[in-house]
């Protein structure tokens, strides 16, 4: 059973930066691509970005495209999403994602795995 924990979610000032970090199991990470959503309260999930296997190619949604950026590390079974500038509207439970086959990258139903989620709290 594959394995993805989340970590690194806090409370943040606007305008601060924030690092969440995604363990996977490595059998897992080296077969799937890779990708982080967001939930905020009353909201449905929404792609916030993706990377493939290589870590070559990456995607974002606009509402964090040049403010957010996904990473992986194959040596630790890790995929990452730095996030600068935060805004009040980044305030969601962010959660990571393993894609086995692929599919588009902003559809939920592309995803095999999930993880638990790790809360980010943007404040004023």
């Known amino acids: 059973q594959a394995q993805l924990v989340e970590s690194g979610g806090g409370l943040v000032q606007a305008g601060a930066s924030l690092r969440l970090s995604c363990l996977v199991d490595?059998?897992?990470?080296?077969?799937?691509?890779m990708a982080w959503f967001r939930q905020a309260p009353g909201k449905e999930r929404e792609f916030v970005a993706h990377i493939d296997v290589s870590g070559d190619n990456t995607e974002y949604s606009e509402s964090v495209k040049g403010r957010f950026s996904i990473s992986r590390d194959h040596l630790r079974s890790s995929v990452y999403l730095q996030m600068n500038s935060l805004k009040l509207d980044d305030t969601a439970k962010y959660f990571c994602?393993?894609?086995?086959?692929?599919?588009?990258?902003?559809?939920?139903?592309?995803?095999?795995?999930w993880g638990q989620g790790t809360q980010v709290t943007v404040s004023s």
């Open positions: 994602a393993a894609s086995k086959f692929g599919g588009h990258v902003g559809v939920q139903a592309t995803y095999d795995y």
């Open positions: 490595e059998r897992t990470f080296s077969i799937s691509a």
